[in-house]
């Protein structure tokens, strides 16, 4: 277990002390963050997406004021000019080509869940990063006797200004599958001014493996917020109206308090369903109106934002100006929601025509086999994925007796974006040579329990379970 889900101040000690600067002088930026990781032969760990969330809301809240990753989009490794051997090579432990290292943007474009999942924070930190930076790390006492064992002492910690601020909570350990949900936790903040509780009365739940961060004393267009149990996720024009977008995390009941002298009208709580229809307004004592939503945590994760809107998708968004491009990887109906917009929340599709992949499938025994794809050449065709689910160890791809990709198993499928290949395979098919997984393989310890085989008497397993070419559609959007 590794020591970075724990929160420490990293301005005052960094990570990786000592260092050769001051660092009271400079701002703590995090780089080359480890949101995934390369496969050697020998050791496959597997990096979630609740890992990468929990690494950078921990960084974050241990006092980071930049974000940086090794890597955030993975490659393949050019080939040397000679022809004769490859930049990187198995006897140095890793593929000879690919550089999938498990980023959120895999080595072909295919978005994993890790993409998501940081773009809650990414999208927060775009809009009130020039809050968040000039605060400072507060930790509880006895922070230091944390170890990354211990699933019964609360992680947590307070970056603050002026009495204004975030808590970060974590409850993810990386290796630690026996973790479980925090329930009725209630965390008091002694400020300068007041010692507030974080909820005031019934308490909250962190659920295993979730991690969080909730604001308080946040000033709202002169309306101000003395907590939420909702964590904050961007913020848009709405026709001259402030509209501040929130979500729920999980098992974590939304309740919103505001100042009583700093708001028009009665009420100061509120509990908001999440969802589409959760929107609440509040007047500030100044009279400025502003909005609040409160999206659910899987909206959250299908949320973007371009251009001042916000648009909900479970395709993947690609900014343009005045238009944005949808991806949608198997479906040629893509579902979105943009706000604003004449239809308001409501969900509107875009839909291209349907294509059926073209391709052939040549099996020369239970290790090798030969694939043929006809190139696509309609326009709202993106990329073809060829896809292939199998158990077992190292496989291997050739054109024409040169080998043009590699990977290692670590129980998800092998994605293969076609369109780099288009002129290769136009005269040549695509050669794959797979090599069993074996019972004591030294590397067996690091895969889930979920992805390795029925062994039985057998001392090696390999199965090649599905083949499918998955075109990824093209919709443009104009509003």
Same mark, same amino acid.
């Given at each position: 277990?590794?020591?970075?889900?724990?929160?420490?101040?990293?301005?005052? %000690?960094?990570?990786?002390?000592?260092?050769?600067?001051?660092?009271?002088?400079?701002?703590?930026?995090?780089?080359?963050?480890?949101?995934?990781?390369?496969?050697?032969?020998?050791?496959?760990?597997?990096?979630?997406?609740?890992?990468?969330?929990?690494?950078?809301?921990?960084?974050?809240?241990?006092?980071?004021?930049?974000?940086?990753?090794?890597?955030?989009?993975?490659?393949?490794?050019?080939?040397? %000019?000679?022809?004769?051997?490859?930049?990187?090579?198995?006897?140095?432990?890793?593929?000879?080509?690919?550089?999938?290292?498990?980023?959120?943007?895999?080595?072909?474009?295919?978005?994993?869940?890790?993409?998501?999942?940081?773009?809650?924070?990414?999208?927060?930190?775009?809009?009130?990063?020039?809050?968040?930076?000039?605060?400072?790390?507060?930790?509880?006492?006895?922070?230091?006797?944390?170890?990354?064992?211990?699933?019964?002492?609360?992680?947590?910690?307070?970056?603050?200004?002026?009495?204004?601020?975030?808590?970060?909570?974590?409850?993810?350990?990386?290796?630690?599958?026996?973790?479980?949900?925090?329930?009725?936790?209630?965390?008091?903040?002694?400020?300068?001014?007041?010692?507030?509780?974080?909820?005031?009365?019934?308490?909250?739940?962190?659920?295993?493996?979730?991690?969080?961060?909730?604001?308080?004393?946040?000033?709202?267009?002169?309306?101000?917020? %003395?907590?939420?149990?909702?964590?904050?996720?961007?913020?848009?024009?709405?026709?001259?109206?402030?509209?501040?977008?929130?979500?729920?995390?999980?098992?974590?009941?939304?309740?919103?308090?505001?100042?009583?002298?700093?708001?028009?009208?009665?009420?100061?709580?509120?509990?908001?369903?999440?969802?589409?229809?959760?929107?609440?307004?509040?007047?500030?004592?100044?009279?400025?109106?502003? %909005?609040?939503?409160?999206?659910?945590?899987?909206?959250?994760?299908?949320?973007?934002?371009?251009?001042?809107?916000?648009?909900?998708?479970?395709?993947?968004?690609?900014?343009?100006?005045?238009?944005?491009?949808?991806?949608?990887?198997?479906?040629?109906?893509?579902?979105?929601?943009?706000?604003?917009?004449?239809?308001?929340?409501?969900?509107?599709?875009?839909?291209?025509?349907?294509?059926?992949?073209?391709?052939?499938?040549?099996?020369?025994?239970?290790?090798?086999?030969?694939?043929?794809?006809?190139?696509?050449?309609?326009?709202?065709?993106?990329?073809?994925?060829?896809?292939?689910?199998?158990?077992?160890?190292?496989?291997?791809?050739?054109?024409?007796?040169?080998?043009?990709?590699?990977?290692?198993?670590?129980?998800?499928?092998?994605?293969?974006?076609?369109?780099?290949?288009?002129?290769?395979?136009?005269?040549?098919?695509?050669?794959?040579?797979?090599?069993?997984?074996?019972?004591?393989?030294?590397?067996?310890?690091?895969?889930?329990?979920?992805?390795?085989?029925?062994?039985?008497?057998?001392?090696?397993?390999?199965?090649?379970?599905?083949?499918?070419?998955?075109?990824?559609?093209?919709?443009?959007?104009?509003?």
């Amino acid at each position: 277990m590794s020591p970075f889900c724990r929160f420490k101040d990293i301005q005052k %000690k960094p990570d990786y002390s000592p260092v050769r600067y001051e660092t009271d002088k400079f701002p703590s930026f995090c780089a080359e963050m480890g949101v995934g990781i390369q496969m050697i032969y020998s050791c496959r760990p597997v990096v979630t997406a609740e890992a990468a969330e929990a690494l950078m809301v921990r960084s974050l809240g241990s006092g980071a004021n930049g974000i940086g990753y090794y890597m955030y989009h993975g490659c393949s490794t050019s080939l040397r %000019k000679d022809g004769i051997g490859f930049f990187s090579d198995e006897p140095m432990g890793v593929p000879k080509i690919s550089y999938d290292f498990q980023t959120p943007i895999g080595e072909f474009g295919r978005i994993r869940d890790s993409y998501h999942n940081l773009r809650l924070i990414h999208l927060f930190v775009q809009d009130f990063g020039d809050l968040l930076a000039p605060m400072e790390t507060i930790l509880p006492e006895g922070y230091q006797d944390i170890t990354p064992g211990d699933r019964e002492t609360l992680r947590y910690a307070v970056r603050t200004k002026g009495g204004s601020g975030f808590l970060f909570m974590v409850n993810f350990q990386d290796h630690d599958t026996a973790r479980y949900d925090q329930r009725d936790l209630q965390i008091k903040i002694n400020l300068a001014q007041e010692t507030m509780a974080i909820p005031a009365s019934k308490g909250v739940t962190l659920k295993k493996d979730q991690s969080v961060i909730l604001p308080f004393n946040l000033d709202l267009e002169g309306a101000l917020l %003395k907590y939420a149990t909702a964590q904050l996720l961007c913020k848009i024009d709405d026709k001259d109206i402030p509209h501040y977008f929130f979500f729920a995390p999980e098992a974590m009941e939304s309740e919103y308090v505001f100042e009583e002298s700093s708001i028009r009208g009665v009420k100061k709580t509120f509990t908001p369903q999440p969802g589409l229809e959760s929107t609440f307004t509040v007047t500030s004592a100044r009279g400025q109106r502003i %909005k609040i939503t409160t999206l659910t945590r899987q909206q959250a994760l299908h949320t973007y934002k371009t251009d001042g809107r916000i648009v909900l998708t479970e395709a993947t968004l690609v900014p343009g100006k005045e238009e944005f491009t949808l991806l949608s990887l198997g479906n040629n109906r893509v579902e979105y929601i943009l706000y604003p917009s004449r239809a308001g929340f409501k969900t509107q599709v875009a839909e291209v025509p349907e294509v059926t992949p073209v391709y052939q499938v040549e099996k020369a025994g239970s290790r090798r086999m030969s694939i043929e794809v006809e190139p696509s050449r309609e326009p709202y065709v993106q990329e073809q994925f060829l896809e292939i689910s199998y158990t077992g160890d190292v496989r291997m791809a050739f054109i024409n007796g040169s080998m043009v990709l590699d990977y290692f198993y670590y129980g998800a499928p092998w994605p293969i974006g076609l369109n780099r290949f288009q002129e290769k395979m136009k005269n040549h098919s695509m050669d794959f040579y797979f090599r069993p997984l074996y019972k004591n393989a030294e590397y067996i310890e690091d895969l889930p329990a979920s992805v390795l085989p029925d062994f039985g008497e057998k001392n090696s397993y390999l199965k090649v379970e599905e083949i499918r070419v998955i075109p990824e559609y093209k919709v443009i959007v104009v509003y």
